[in-house]
């Protein structure tokens, strides 16, 4: 039977938390939603979003293999997340710092590893003789399989992600802004970078579990983008990338649980939504700032006694 909202919502969520599952599920979100929000702030940051989808899109064929080889999906999506990181991080310094090629040489390399990966993830589902009923939940997300167990990876794959995002904070704001300045002041401007891919390649290996590999973008790119248009600061900006992330993991989540349809459509509509709010403020805002400029110049002309 499909539980359906009603306006008593403390009952609604309080019957919503009677299932282990969603709590397990609300705990997975919450912890996925800190990680991506703060990592894919950067990630915007730094120009990698093409980067971190392919990063994403190669959680599945993991997933695959994981669930062909009779394992955990978790394995699966942390490790081929991890060496795609690992792949990309060896491009040449010319390749990344927009040499002679540059950036399209980069993403040449990064189209080619995720072509690659979705046909390897269509290969093992291929393999796979038996039942696979979860391959929707791969691409697109489920909330009713978040064990307790899955709860407890994401947990010590996330502490020390943000442990290790906080000690690289200040070189890695350097490296993104002025990689050639950063580098030049002693920065380890590459070894950053390695680094940081692998905390993005852990961002989207968790939150694939959560929205699945086609949707990641929900968590990891959309808040982050939003925050991008309210704020260049960049403690606010993480702290609203992260606050977004969280309201769009816990309204799709609950959602989700008293609807049919799944939590990566309702993750990525509330996202959506934001983005489209967040535009819309950032250019009304604009446009006042435009016309108060003017008027401005007009009076500060006028207080000293010379032609506007």
């Known amino acids: 039977m499909q539980p359906h909202l009603s306006w008593d919502l403390v009952e609604?969520?309080?019957?919503?938390?009677?299932?282990?599952?969603?709590?397990?599920?609300?705990?997975?979100?919450?912890?996925v939603a800190v990680v991506a929000g703060a990592i894919g702030w950067v990630m915007v940051l730094r120009r990698q979003s093409f980067a971190g989808h392919t990063l994403a899109v190669v959680g599945f064929p993991g997933a695959a293999a994981a669930i062909w080889l009779g394992v955990a999906t978790g394995w699966g999506y942390y490790?081929?997340?991890?060496?795609?990181?690992?792949?990309?991080?060896?491009?040449?310094?010319?390749?990344?710092?927009?040499?002679?090629?540059?950036f399209g040489e980069e993403s040449a390399v990064i189209g080619t590893v995720q072509a690659f990966a979705l046909a390897c993830g269509f290969l093992f589902v291929s393999l796979y003789h038996g039942f696979l009923s979860g391959l929707t939940n791969l691409l697109f997300g489920t909330i009713s399989?978040?064990?307790?167990?899955?709860?407890?990876?994401?947990?010590?794959?996330?502490?020390?992600?943000?442990?290790?995002?906080?000690?690289?904070?200040?070189?890695?704001?350097?490296?993104?802004?002025?990689p050639d300045l950063a580098g030049a002041r002693g920065v380890p401007v590459r070894l950053v970078g390695a680094l940081f891919?692998?905390?993005?390649?852990?961002?989207?290996?968790?939150?694939?579990?959560?929205?699945?590999?086609?949707?990641?973008?929900?968590?990891?790119?959309?808040?982050?983008?939003?925050?991008?248009?309210?704020t260049?600061?960049?403690?606010?900006?993480?702290?609203?990338?992260v606050g977004f992330a969280l309201v769009a993991s816990w309204v799709g989540m609950t959602v989700a649980f008293y609807s049919p349809y799944p939590i990566g459509f309702w993750v990525?509509?509330?996202?959506?939504?934001?983005?489209?709010?967040?535009?819309?403020w950032r250019l009304a805002a604009d446009r006042v700032g435009q016309r108060r400029r003017p008027g401005s110049a007009v009076a500060s002309a006028a207080a000293r006694g010379m032609p506007a």
């Open 79 to 102: 490790g081929a997340c991890i060496a795609s990181a690992l792949v990309i991080a060896a491009l040449p310094p010319s390749a990344r710092r927009g040499g002679l090629g540059g």
């Open 12 to 31: 609604d969520v309080r019957q919503m938390l009677a299932f282990p599952f969603m709590v397990n599920a609300l705990r997975a979100g919450t912890l």
């Open 232 to 241: 260049a600061r960049p403690a606010l900006g993480v702290g609203l990338s």
């Open 268 to 280: 990525t509509t509330v996202t959506f939504a934001g983005y489209l709010l967040a535009t819309g």
């Open 145 to 178: 399989g978040v064990t307790g167990t899955q709860v407890q990876v994401l947990l010590l794959a996330a502490l020390p992600c943000l442990v290790v995002l906080a000690v690289l904070g200040r070189p890695l704001l350097f490296a993104s802004i002025d």
């Open 197 to 230: 891919l692998l905390m993005l390649a852990v961002a989207a290996a968790g939150t694939s579990q959560i929205t699945g590999s086609l949707l990641v973008f929900a968590l990891l790119v959309t808040p982050a983008a939003t925050a991008h248009r309210l």
